[in-house]
């Protein structure tokens, strides 16, 4: 597991290895068009972790993908 990000006080993680589809605190469908969220939080918070999603999606699938070769993964870079 490696935190990848901290927003709003909101820390970010990825696990190498993991299971599919692609998640982080939300799952992911490839596409980008459907978000299932998973666990307790406010709305606010889950509106935080989506509009991250949405401005990082392309490096999130990256990372993710990497992950899942057992590469190291890196924090993202704004």
Do not use: C, F
Request: charged fraction near 30%; charge should be negative.
């Amino acid at each position: 597991m490696s935190a990848i990000d901290i927003i709003k006080g909101i820390l970010i993680y990825m696990y190498g290895q993991d299971h599919n589809p692609p998640h982080l605190q939300s799952k992911m469908e490839e596409n980008g068009q459907s978000r299932l969220v998973e666990g307790k939080g406010s709305s606010k918070t889950i509106n935080i972790i989506n509009e991250y999603i949405d401005k990082h999606e392309v490096e999130l699938l990256a990372l993710w993908e990497k992950a899942q070769r057992g590469e190291t993964i890196e924090k993202i870079k704004h």
